[in-house]
Structure formats: structure tokens, C-alpha cells
């Protein structure tokens, strides 16, 4: 599996980001991609997840603010980012999962300015 993402970037408190993950290299469809963040001196934490076929997560910090979707595009999904907060500054990893099988990509920074 090779995962893609893309999106990130500087942006002033307010504003809006989108993210996309593209899984590559892989056979069939994934039971659920999601999002996790990790800022600096901070543990990785939770963000969204899209479950295929069914619901989308998210956590507290994000929820009303952050939409997970799923893209035209097979084995991808975008997170949209409004009302971006200086504690949305973080190193954003997009994780899929099909089975029992996780994987991680690269992650994309994205800066939110006050």
C-alpha cells in the first residue's frame, strides 16, 4: 500500500485547509481512512475517520469544524478544515485500514497562525 497526502500548508486562524489521501498499490477497498495529527512535544492523536460504506468519526476537538469525505477518486478521501485554531498546528497522518491491516502515510504539516 503507498498512501498520498497532500493539502497542507500555512494558513491564518480562521481559514480553511483541505487534505486528500490516495491510496495506491492496493487491491480492492478499504474498510475505513481517517486522519491523526501529531504536534510537536505531543502524542499522535485522533482526528476523523470515514468508514466506508457508513458513518464518518471525528473527534471532540474537530467535531462541527472538520468534514471527512469521500473523493470521486477510488481510495480517496478529503478532510476539509474550517475554522482552523492555532491548536490545529500539527503533522496531519493519513491511516487506512482493510481487515486487520493498518497502514500509515507520510504526513503533510499544516500551520495555523494566530
Given amino acids: 500500500v503507498q498512501l498520498q497526502a497532500s493539502g497542507g500548508g500555512l494558513v491564518q ?26 504536534a510537536p512535544g505531543r502524542l499522535r492523536e485522533y482526528v476523523a475517520t470515514y468508514i466506508f460504506g457508513g458513518n464518518q ?7 462541527d469544524r472538520f468534514t471527512i469525505s469521500r473523493a470521486s477518486a477510488e481510495n480517496t478521501v478529503n478532510l476539509q478544515m474550517t475554522s482552523l485554531k492555532p491548536e490545529d498546528t500539527a503533522v496531519y497522518y493519513c491511516r487506512v485500514q482493510k481487515g ?15
Fill in 13 to 38: 486562524t480562521g481559514g480553511s485547509l483541505r487534505l486528500s489521501c490516495r491510496a495506491s498499490r492496493v487491491t480492492g477497498r478499504f474498510d475505513r481512512m481517517g486522519w491523526y495529527r501529531q
Fill in 57 to 63: 468519526l471525528y473527534a471532540d476537538s474537530v467535531k
Fill in 100 to 114: 486487520g491491516v493498518v497502514s500509515w502515510g507520510q504526513g503533510t504539516q499544516v500551520t495555523v497562525s494566530s
